[in-house]
């Protein structure tokens, strides 16, 4: 029986949850999600039904549009009474509010999200020529304010790669337990500062993406696109060892021929993206425990790293899969003021020996 690959079963699983949100939304909203499907992935559309529950849900609770209606009886007509001033409402609402018995809040960029799908929804239903006006265009985006850029230093890099390696900086049962996962641990570690891929891009991995006699591997970027990616000596070795130890850790665990999944964890199935993101947290941790350090931001160093060396913006968007430049250069700005602070110190006007003054 062929196995399903891990992103046309994550696919899969979305669909199906976005589905099950849908039965709780407006009928039309059906049409919507429908209508969006060639242009956004399945994570997008799941993100927008768990927004629209939120969205609904206030219509319903917090203002008087819909006195005395269901989720279920809203229609398109009840959208037109919404204006501009329910959206900023709404976008207030979402700095603290309870849902399922849950106390929520968000930030700027959530508020931003959700105000993103909320335009989105309407624009479509606009365009459509099924509601007479869009609202949502009357209400601005919230202002980000830029975060501090978070990353691993070059001597917190190699901490934590060692710590990966032999488990020294962890104490109690965390250092008893890491002779389990050493192996693994060590590679994926490695694989992730020494190559700046997604979590979800590592956990999507196979035995069969690995060709070491060019020091490739193909992964799979946001989109379904694929694309080899090369990576150094040293993540080289770190990956030959754990793919020796995977094998025999299959066989000693009687793990069938047919999980191709390149990281395991103890249970013998593919490890989760969740998984992942403790195990980084875990040794960052026990090395830099004043900084939050997430797979994000060992991309994010790894992304710092390769762009000093080439001081090339644009290898280093294709390297980490951005598809606007725009988007590297707004995340590494502050090195290139650091890199021509540098440059400015190697011309030399007066490049020769001065001479004495004469008697």
Not at 22 to 29: H, N
Not at 291 to 298: E, N, V
């Amino acid at each position: 029986m062929k196995q399903v690959d891990y992103f046309t079963e994550r696919n899969q699983k979305n669909i199906k949850k976005i589905r099950e949100l849908t039965r709780d939304l407006p009928d039309f909203c059906y049409d919507f999600f429908v209508g969006i499907e060639n242009t956004t992935s399945t994570l997008t559309r799941l993100n927008y039904a768990y927004d629209l529950r939120i969205f609904f849900n206030f219509l319903l609770e917090e203002t008087n549009l819909l006195r005395g209606k269901t989720v279920y009886d809203i229609t398109l007509e009840d959208l037109e009474k919404v204006s501009a001033q329910h959206i900023e409402r709404f976008i207030s609402y979402l700095t603290s509010y309870e849902f399922n018995g849950k106390q929520i809040t968000n930030g700027e960029r959530g508020k931003g999200r959700k105000l993103a799908t909320i335009r989105t929804f309407f624009k479509y239903f606009f365009k459509k020529d099924m509601l007479t006006k869009n609202v949502t265009s009357k209400v601005d985006m919230p202002k980000y304010h830029d975060k501090t850029i978070i990353r691993l230093e070059t001597d917190e890099v190699a901490k934590m790669i060692n710590t990966a390696e032999n488990g020294y900086a962890l104490l109690g049962r965390e250092q008893a337990f890491h002779k389990h996962t050493d192996m693994r641990d060590f590679a994926l570690i490695t694989l992730l500062l020494g190559t700046g891929i997604r979590v979800s891009e590592c956990v999507g991995l196979n035995i069969d993406d690995i060709d070491f006699s060019i020091n490739g591997i193909k992964i799979t970027r946001k989109g379904g696109n694929q694309v080899v990616l090369y990576f150094s000596d040293e993540v080289r070795d770190a990956l030959v060892s754990y793919v020796d130890w995977r094998e025999q850790f299959m066989k000693d665990k009687g793990v069938p021929n047919e999980e191709r999944a390149l990281f395991l964890s103890l249970q013998k199935k593919r490890m989760t993206t969740r998984a992942v993101e403790l195990l980084v947290k875990k040794y960052a941790k026990a090395v830099t425990p004043l900084k939050k350090i997430t797979p994000h931001k060992l991309r994010s160093t790894y992304g710092t790293a390769l762009y000093r060396e080439t001081q090339d913006i644009y290898i280093v968007a294709d390297v980490l899969g951005h598809k606007d430049v725009n988007t590297t250069k707004k995340h590494y700005a502050a090195i290139s003021d650091d890199i021509r602070r540098e440059a400015a110190t190697k011309v030399k006007l007066r490049d020769v020996v001065k001479e004495e003054p004469k008697q």
